[in-house]
């Protein structure tokens, strides 16, 4: 049975399709999804061709649709079937008139193997006795490739040389991205699509054309064009933002995402197309794809390149486990793509001279929301009344879905104008939630949204139908786009994306300051290296492994130096869990080890705290919440920046009984005692010390007659500088430690270095050198300042 059915003749807001230049051509048109039983086929593809279906029941043209894949018929029919009832009707219909729309839709469809040349000949054939027992005449075909881009050249081959409908009939093939993966790629499969297929039978799609909001942005300009010409420029544009913002992880799309990336998945297609759209000069005709075609052209050839310094990139801290799991790789590999990009971009126009154009998108990110924002430059200085409506941003946003709004909308900031309602299929929105916007509560917006939210999918399908070819990518688009794109690509290759954690956990990592034509992170850290990311290459970074005193020596430079001792600390951490499901750790005080607290506190995220006891190695006699306090400051720097329980944390009891480090207190007694009670043989896992000028350590300086506390744990000292009070770890117990860390920086320190190496064990003059494990590791982290001068 054949339903009958109108073939679409009309684009989006009156534009005409390829039949314009007469009645369309009616009759049959065979629809065939190859790769029909896919993720892309089952979420979104079979309910787009029935919700068409739906929309032009009883009309004149009929219908036969294909789901095609590798797999037999007999295996493949049941899972296609399975995904065909799971099509849904609109709100409206009723429950009857919804069984019978899917009961004809499903009857209509059917699965093919399509695999060989001769699969592709068989599909042909029977489409064409279908012609001939129902004597109807053929409308066109429509093909849609749900397939790896791999795959298309081959398909379109067999689809040219077996399955063109000769005659009249139209043919209609579309293609989902990637579209190559540089400039070269791109022009390759351009050209070998080309010997099977015309440009204008080549549907490329940008889903992204098809969120109702981004199709929205050229009829509104039109409509708004008295309010917008004047304002439309570099004289009252502050900057220009367009972000996609996702919370998802790239789990399962592995081994696409890793050849690919943030810029190349989103950056490039979805976010430069909605920046045409903003930027470009407004057509004559919004029908014209070809006009708008030549807009688009226009704004790629004003583009000023993109330099490396116009780009920031980032990868979420889970990555590279996903990419070590899902392509078998080893714990060495190390992956640079990148999941967060912010992009930087100038046109060199007259009109948008100076104007910083934002283009910015990750994964892993606090929220799902995608929009594209023009602030304006606001010229009202409010001395007082700042909630006034012309104290408040003044700015344009189109939202494209999601986010705290959960709808699609445009709006426009009331101290700027209101905007023009000529769509029926568009309504302004008077009734609102309590919802901040951007910096602004919607209360302060204009806002305006479709009458009927309709999926991208389902948009861009009726429009194919159609032959509507204004939101697709045509080959001079993509050309272009790559152009644009790939120097920065090049450039970025051996770049290290700076790891964030995910979620709201990113805080201000990613934030971003624009400076002239660069761009920037806000706050500064260093960005990791293979040494954080498994590489066990220490020469990838210049550092230097060695020995000093008879011990294991690392030297490197300041920054990587940090980076190590860092990765480190995580690996005895992770063991030590892994085998007792805890971690002791005791830190000395001073302002050396402030660069490690820095590193862990902003890029070891996945440090097991939880399981982490932090002990003091020594504490200056004054109260805790001083600042020269040593625990303050490791509180300050550490400690409030990461997620320990407070029970873990075991500062030194310098003040009891409303005194400080008073014998009769017995304060050390007590943190021995506590010490005896939770770590395993008093033995810290890690113990990272510190040396002085005068080559002191912990709190055990020169003639301090340490030794006298025989097998103590913790002893009151006296220290030659003020505050002269101090308490401190012994010998005996910072020998204990399975690892202990000299950790020594600066050409301050050179001279003790040289000395150092050439002194015996003197711990009275020299009390370093009573550092001594007794069963386990010490490691010399010297920085190439301190070892060289």
């Known amino acids: 049975m054949i339903v009958l059915l109108l073939l679409v003749t009309l684009c989006a807001h009156g534009g005409k399709g390829e039949e314009s230049a007469g009645a369309p051509r009616s009759g049959h048109v065979s629809v065939v999804i190859v790769g029909g039983t896919g993720d892309l086929a089952k979420k979104y593809l079979w309910q787009g061709f029935f919700e068409l279906y739906v929309h032009q029941v009883g009309s004149g043209n009929t219908f036969s649709f294909y789901g095609g894949g ?32 899917k009961e004809q839709f499903l009857r209509l469809a059917r699965y093919r193997q399509l695999k060989t040349l001769e699969d592709y000949q068989a599909l042909a054939e029977h489409i064409g006795r279908e012609l001939q027992q129902e004597g109807i005449t053929e409308a066109g075909r429509l093909f849609y490739l749900s397939l790896p881009a791999f795959a298309y050249v081959d398909v379109a081959d067999k689809i040219n040389r077996s399955c ?165 790789k080893t714990k060495d590999h190390v992956s640079r793509t990148p999941t967060y990009a912010a ?198 970074f210049q550092v230097m492994q060695g020995n000093f005193r008879r011990a294991d020596m690392v030297s490197a430079w300041p920054e990587e130096l940090v980076e190590r001792l860092a990765a480190d600390i995580q690996k005895e951490a992770e063991a030590a869990v892994r085998e007792g499901n805890v971690f002791h750790l005791a830190i000395s005080g001073g302002s050396t080890p402030l660069a490690l607290f820095h590193r862990l506190a902003l890029h070891h995220f996945s440090f097991p705290w939880s399981h982490t006891h932090v002990w003091m190695v020594d504490e200056r006699c004054v109260p805790l919440t001083e600042p020269e306090s040593n625990f303050r400051g490791l509180h300050d720097h550490l400690l409030q920046h990461v997620r320990i329980p407070y029970f873990n944390i075991h500062p030194m009891p310098v003040q009891l009984n409303q005194r400080l480090c008073v014998e009769e207190d017995r304060g050390a007694a007590l943190y021995e005692k506590e010490i005896s009670g939770m770590v395993h043989g008093s033995s810290f896992h890690f113990v990272l010390l510190g040396v002085g000028y005068d080559g002191h350590t912990a709190s055990l300086f020169p003639g301090g007659k340490a030794d006298e506390v025989g097998e103590g744990l913790v002893a009151l000292t006296e220290s030659p500088l003020k505050p002269h009070q101090r308490m401190s770890l012994t010998f005996s117990a910072i020998n204990r430690a399975r690892t202990v860390a000299l950790l020594v920086m600066g050409k301050g320190k050179h001279e003790l270095i040289s000395q150092l190496s050439r002194v015996s064990d003197k711990p009275d003059k020299w009390p370093v050198t009573g550092v001594k494990p007794a069963d386990g590791r010490l490691v010399w982290y010297i920085d190439y300042d301190a070892l060289l001068g």
């Open 70 to 101: 590798l797999s037999p018929a007999d295996a493949a029919t049941p899972a296609l079937f399975e995904i065909l009832k799971a099509v849904s009707c609109s709100k409206d219909a009723s429950e009857e008139r919804c069984a019978l729309l």
């Open 343 to 540: 992009v930087l971009a100038h046109i060199d126009e007259a009109q948008y001279e100076g104007v910083p154009i934002l283009l910015i998108s990750g994964k892993m990110l606090d929220e799902r929301v995608g929009y594209a924002r023009i602030l304006f430059k606001n010229d009202v200085f409010c001395l007082q009344s700042r909630d006034g409506v012309h104290c408040k941003p003044k700015q344009i946003v189109f939202y494209f879905g999601h986010g705290s709004l959960q709808y699609p909308a445009v709006l426009v900031s009331k101290n700027l104008f209101r905007p023009v309602v000529t769509d029926s299929e568009w309504t302004e929105v008077t009734e609102h939630t309590d919802v901040n916007i951007l910096g602004l509560p919607i209360s302060d917006y204009y806002v305006q949204t479709p009458t009927e939210q309709k999926e991208a999918y389902s948009e861009l399908i009726s429009q194919i139908f159609a032959g509507c070819k204004n939101n697709f990518i045509s080959t001079e688009n993509l050309l272009a786009s790559w152009g644009l794109w790939t120097p920065l690509l090049n450039s970025l290759a051996g770049t290290y994306p700076r790891i964030y954690p995910g979620g709201g956990d990113n805080r201000d990592l990613l934030d971003i300051r624009v400076n002239g034509k660069d761009v920037g992170y806000t706050r500064e850290v260093v960005i990791i290296s293979p040494e954080q990311m498994g590489a066990t290459s220490a020469n990838s």
């Open 164 to 328: 063109r409908p000769t005659g009249g009939p139209w043919l209609r093939v579309v293609l989902e991205k990637p579209f190559g993966h540089d400039i070269r790629s791109a022009e390759v499969l351009a050209t070998q699509l080309e010997g099977s297929l015309k440009d204008e039978e080549m549907y490329r799609i940008d889903h992204y054309l098809g969120k109702q909001v981004v199709a929205k942005i050229l009829p509104f300009r039109v409509e708004n064009k008295k309010f917008l010409d004047p304002i439309w420029n570099k004289h009252h544009i502050e900057r220009v933002e367009i972000v996609m913002k996702e919370t998802l992880d790239v789990k399962g799309r592995i081994s696409f995402y890793d050849q690919y990336g943030v810029i190349r998945d989103v950056l490039q297609n979805h976010l430069t197309e909605v920046m045409t759209l903003l930027m470009m000069r407004l057509p004559t005709n919004l029908s014209s794809s070809e006009e708008i075609l030549q807009r688009k052209l226009q704004i790629f050839s004003s583009m000023l390149p993109l330099r490396k310094n116009q780009a920031v990139v980032g990868q979420y801290q889970a990555y590279q486990t996903t990419v070590q799991q899902e392509t078998n």
